[in-house]
């Protein structure tokens, strides 16, 4: 049962009309009885508030048999009881002209009531008892437990080509690689005795987890309605219980929800729930010195005399009639600018966002058996031989690559013990397939090679002989 003595600021502000809705609204909801003091009844009846005083003495009589004991000496805002704490401040008034409060006036008793009555204290919500404010820990998800080794599906690998090349496409890639470089001169490549072509395919394996991390914190909007989602509705589901769909898989994103069931309704700590904060420009004042005088009314201008010479003299300041201030624009003089937290609604809404952060994990391995490079191979396409995406895949055993086998185990190891923080949405291994060719040519006295790789047929030629063209100074 509640005790009504820390909204009476409100109300008394509120006038006649709010008085009457708030309590036609607590005895609906069954929240007080009113049957032990006759002034108090008639009070009621007569839709009057009594005065501070009259109060202090009949709040004691408005309460049920459970509710508990409470006093209130009629001077302060604060009762004495230590289960229910109302703000030194004074609550907002709820005036008949706000139109989000005044649309539905016959149908909204139990909304008005809890409303006034939830700014009188911070509600508990079970379960984030500890959250602070718009900053969380990771909540370590629940224990993941991989497939048995029976459900493993069968392992196969695609046929494909082995990407060798002729002479004439490995010098026509040569060439195209010299036009992209415009220091680089055309004649070897056109000039350059190719001796030997080695055709090898390199293997590429990757292994991506996406994992998704959780975490809770409070924020606030605006109050806009009186209909807020609070744990009256139910009890607040667990963070890990709530669904949260990533917008695309293997991919790094965020996403923010509200936590159902965790709305509560809260005076705003920023303006005191008056809806308006002190005008930084003015210090609150409502005026500011004159730019054009600097503040002494009077400003300097100079004038010709008869005489020829250049004279000044002091003259009332048009700008400010003299006074030396003006009205500050960013207020209108008054002092005060609407609150920017609340934006003049003067009351918040607190809920807690939880925020689900999806992370793409990605390992790989290059088996090649050239110098090319194994960064070339990561960049440029192939041909997928082995694809699989499940929630939890198998390693790769059945290739006929040893190191492969060997690679695609080790990588699967580090993903299992890693990110036990996260929890594992989702994994997709692929083995990819590039056709690598090595061209050993000569020209004049340089015998050297470069490579030819990737289904775009790009061209890796860190030895080529005319590197500068004429005019060019090599640094």
Known sequence: MFVICGCYSALEQGGEHNYTRFFSALCKLNYIKVAK??????????????????????????????????????????????????????????????????????????????????????????????????????????????????RKPE??????????????????????FVKAHCCYGSRPAKQMTITTILNVCALHYQLETFTETRSVSQDHEPLYTNSVDGPRNGVAPSPWQIDVEPDELFSNHTKSIEVPHTSTVRGCHICQSTGSVMCAYC?????????????????????????????????????????????????????KITCGTCEGRRRLRWYIR??????????????????????????????????????????????????????????????????????????????????VNEANYTWKDVSTKFWVYGNERKVYSPDYPHQCCCGCTVL
């Open 37 to 150: 003091n006759t002034e108090t009844r008639s009070h009621i009846e007569d839709m009057s508030y009594p005065p501070p005083s009259r109060l202090a003495r009949t709040s004691n009589t408005i309460t049920g048999d459970e509710s508990p004991s409470m006093e209130w000496d009629g001077t302060s805002d604060t009762c004495c009881n230590d289960n229910l704490e109302v703000p030194s401040q004074k609550a907002p008034t709820l005036e008949s002209g706000d139109s989000d409060l005044d649309n539905d006036q016959d149908g909204m008793f139990q909304e008005d009531a809890e409303s006034i009555l939830s700014e009188s204290g911070t509600e508990t919500i079970k379960g984030y008892e500890n959250v602070i404010l718009r900053e969380g820990e990771a909540i370590t998800p629940p224990r993941q437990q991989s497939p048995p080794e029976e």
């Open 155 to 176: 392992e196969t690998f695609r046929i494909h080509p082995d990407g060798k090349i002729s002479e004439e496409e490995v010098r026509e890639a040569m060439l195209e």
């Open 283 to 335: 210090n609150g004042t409502g005026q500011v010195l004159c730019i054009l005088c600097g503040g002494t009314g009077m400003y300097t201008v100079g004038y010709t005399d008869t005489d020829g010479s250049y004279k000044t003299r002091l003259q009332m300041c048009y700008s400010c009639a003299a006074s030396g201030r003006k009205i500050c624009l960013s207020c209108g003089g008054s002092g």
């Open 354 to 435: 939880l925020t689900a952060q999806f992370e793409n994990e990605l390992s790989d391995y290059i088996l090649q058996k050239t110098d090319l490079p194994d960064e070339c191979i990561r960049d440029v396409g192939g041909v997928t031989v082995f694809e699989q995406t499940l929630p939890f895949v198998w390693p790769i055993s059945c290739h006929p690559e040893t190191e492969i086998n060997e690679n695609s185990l080790r990588i699967f190891n580090h993903h299992q013990n890693s990110w036990q923080d996260r929890r594992k949405l989702q994994q997709r291994q692929r083995l990819r397939a590039v056709p």
